[in-house]
Each structure stands twice: as C-alpha cells, then as structure tokens.
C-alpha cells in the first residue's frame, strides 16, 4: 500500500486533486487505477480528476491529466488553473507560470490571489476546425452547423478542438435530459476519441449560458475548454461576440477569442479545498 499526497482545488466546482511528484522519482504507480479509485466519490475522496506534476526542463512542471474514469486526458483549462494556483503557493510567488501539458508549453498569469482564492488566466492555443485533427470521422473538411445522425435522430453541432476534442449544441433551454445526451455524443461513431459535448444557450451577443457533459467525467458542473470551445462555436456562427462571458450553476468564466492572432485566453477563479493522504493499493 502507498501513501499517495493530494491537494485539493476546485473551478467553479470542477474539481481536481492535484498530486506532487515534481521532485520525486515513483515508479510503477498506475495513474489510471489511481484516478478512478481516488477520484470515486463514495470510496475515495472524490474529484473529476486527477493532475499529476512531474519535473520539466522547460516548464515550471510537466502535467498529466487523468479522468475520474481513469482515462488520460489532452488539457483542461480549470485543471490548468487550479496547477497554476497550486505552484504560486507551494513554490515561487511569480504571476507568470509556463506548464507542460500534451507536450506543449501553455502560459498562465495569476491576477489575484488571496489566501485559498484565485483568479488566474490561462492561455488554451488556437483553435482547430479541420475535423481529422479534431479527430471527427466526417466526409466533410469541417463541421461548423451541421447534423449528425444518432439513432434515427440528427443534431445540428459544431465540433471543433481546443487542445482536446468539442462538440457544441446551441440550444433555446435546457428542459431536457442534457445529460443523458451528452453521454450519447460523447460516445457515437463520429468522434474515435470521444468528445466534450457543451449545450449552450445564447443570452446576448457578450454572455451564455452552458451545460457541459465532459468525456470521461460527466456533468462536471463547469468546464475552462468548454467554455473557450462555446464561444469559438457561438462566434464562427455569428451568435456571439469573440469575447464573451460564460454562465454556469457555480459562476462564471470570461473568454477572449483574439481576432489578431486567433489565440484563446481563459479567465476565472480557483479555489483551494484542502490537502490530505490517500491510501492506494494498487493490485
């Protein structure tokens, strides 16, 4: 049995447990059993996800991201936060903070920070429509407002990847089993990867509401890709502004879709839970 060290923090309660093994050397620990053990919410302490840090020559700390199914995950713009918040105060006090996730560098700047409270700004890259490196398995180069068939059903979507694969419905309301469709989305024969379903609903042209059924997590509660995948979907459709705000139960998160270099930045809070040990049997 190990003694597995976590830190708790959450984003508008999408939450992670953060593990440390920047400077330590672990070996034959299965990160996917680990995840789907310590993230349950009944047997383990319960989380979304996992982060694992672990030492980078070119970054404050190289990350890797696992789903409370246990499986491996591209990125996730709260996880990047609550790494960014995390760091700030367990190593250097600096605004500026450069992570390694999916082999690339990805910057973030915190704002405030206030104790177990933080607003951080994380940047997600440039978006990408070209449905192979989505992946989407489609006979079309994108697929910006079009249908897909499920089951005798069509959904009109727009996929698209922010650093991990997205498909956005705009919506008029949520009275419907959101959940259960995005569980279906997710899953279909379109996406070989799987892919992060956002409903969203369009207040005005600068702020939406959204629901996200995220792949290998669920209902989450909120979602920093989801959101940044939302407004690039509402924005090439013409239904909102590239900067825009994004509404969920817990609060909100704040977009920036540049219209000079195409790069996406994410705003909003991070919040520190608690620290603690869990005990890992891995057979």
Known sequence: MKKIAF????????????IDHINRSVRSLDYNVLAQRICDRHTGIGADGILVLTGSRRAEACIDLFNS???????????LRCVAAYYYGHYERRRRLVFEINEEPVETRIIKARQASFSIEVGLGRPIFEAKSIPMKTPAKYHINKAIKIDGFEFVVTSLSVGNPHTVMFVDNFEFDW????EIIENCRYFPNRTNVEFVRVINRRKVELNDWERGAGATG????GAAASVVAGAINGLVDRRAEVVFPAGSLFI??????????????????????YNFESG
Do not use: C, M
């Open 7 to 18: 830190y708790k923090y959450h984003g508008l309660g999408n939450d992670f447990l953060i």
């Open 256 to 277: 920036e879709w540049s219209g000079q270099n195409d790069e996406i930045l994410l705003t909003g809070p991070v919040e520190f839970v608690g620290r603690g040990e």
């Open 179 to 182: 959940e259960a469709l995005g």
């Open 69 to 79: 199914d246990g499986s491996w995950a591209e990125k996730s713009g709260n996880g």
């Open 222 to 225: 909120s979602s920093g890709t």
